[in-house]
């Protein structure tokens, strides 16, 4: 699609419901002591739900809003900016590498320098966090994205009006702990690869701002495998999407097949 002059700019903020999801295991090796079980299968309903509630939308907006689908239409290349009083660099690096290996759509790889980067990933403290965003984002953007959400971590997305993401920045807190970190990590990554909202009553997703998950669950991992799918462009809007998911979800095996006993109209 062709690029158009005009550029959006959305900043995305971090900070729990009825289960019918199976295949429950525990959270995978390399979380965090106490990270919530994950579960592994899902109906297309869920699946879409998910989808429908986290691809549209986003905390604050600023420039006319995009309508459609927000992702990358090219590889993306991430670049990790190690800062902060404790070195998680090589801990983020692992979680960039984990995205570009579970979802081989994203066509993902390390940026060589900073200026070719499509996602910038900042590590820092806590007590910098303002300050970073006031340097990025400038201190009215700032103050009312703070004042609406009280951010711990937070992701800005750029994209322009054919909802072709351009670049990201996010900003990962490194000295509050395993968790944190971890909670952070995934949770922005998604948001800069275009996973823009949160969804407070889905129970799988990371992107609830109940929860603290600390990994990549089964859920997310599907819905960005869909975002990822050539069918779903950039620009399309829900009920563009909705009407290709059911294909999309079947063709890739997302979904559990529909048990007839438990058929639900
Ligand atoms: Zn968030």
Not at 31 to 44: K, L
Request: positive net charge; glycine residues 6%; aromatic residues 8%.
């Amino acid at each position: 699609m062709k690029r158009s002059f005009a550029v959006f700019i959305i900043l995305i903020s971090l900070s729990t419901a009825a289960h019918s999801a199976s295949g429950k295991q525990p959270a995978p090796a390399g979380a965090f002591d106490g990270a919530p079980a994950e579960y592994t299968r899902f109906s297309a309903a869920e699946i879409t739900r998910g989808f429908l509630a986290l691809a549209f939308g986003s905390d604050l907006r600023i420039g006319l809003a995009p309508r459609g689908i927000r992702r990358f239409d090219q590889p993306i290349r991430v670049a990790v900016v190690a800062g902060g009083s404790v070195d998680r660099s090589a801990a983020m690096t692992r979680v960039v590498e984990e995205y570009a290996r579970k979802v081989p759509n994203l066509h993902m790889t390390i940026a060589t320098d900073l200026q070719s980067a499509d996602v910038e990933v900042q590590l820092i403290d806590e007590k910098n966090f303002k300050s970073a965003l006031r340097a990025a984002f400038g201190a009215k953007v700032t103050r009312a994205f703070v004042a609406r959400t009280d951010p711990q971590c937070m992701t800005s997305v750029k994209s322009n009006a054919d909802g072709e993401i351009v670049r990201t920045v996010s900003f990962i807190i490194v000295d509050k702990g395993d968790n944190v970190f971890l909670d952070c990590a995934y949770h922005e990554l998604l948001h800069a690869f275009g996973l823009s909202n949160h969804d407070q009553r889905n129970p799988w997703t990371t992107l609830n701002q109940r929860r603290m998950v600390g990994y990549l669950p089964a859920y997310d991992r599907a819905l960005l495998t869909l975002l990822y799918d050539p069918r779903l462009m950039p620009g399309m809007t829900a009920a563009q999407a909705r009407a290709v998911l059911p294909k999309v979800i079947t063709d890739l095996g997302l979904a559990e097949s529909p048990n007839k006993s438990q058929k639900v109209r």
